[in-house]
């Protein structure tokens, strides 16, 4: 149960990132073997959906106000062309 799952955890994210993803890894598994078929995959996907949906307010109320995750630098070699 997602409630359960996410009472349990020491952020909300971690049921996204842990649990959710671990079953959706198996479902793909099951899938590319043959044991598992596209309307039991979508149903799954839904379900993933259904949870995530569910966790996301409690991500945004865990989030600390005027927080950033850091910069970030990105650079190039001079006279390298880039598209």
Request: no cysteine.
């Amino acid at each position: 149960d997602t409630e359960e799952a996410r009472q349990q955890a020491t952020r909300p994210i971690e049921v996204i990132e842990g649990p959710l993803m671990d079953g959706m890894n198996v479902v793909g598994d099951l899938f590319g073997e043959g044991k598992m078929f596209l309307p039991q995959v979508v149903k799954s996907a839904r379900v993933m959906k259904q949870a995530v949906a569910y966790l996301e307010p409690f991500i945004e109320a865990s989030k600390e106000q005027g927080k950033t995750n850091g910069k970030m630098v990105i650079a190039t070699v001079k006279g390298d062309v880039h598209d």
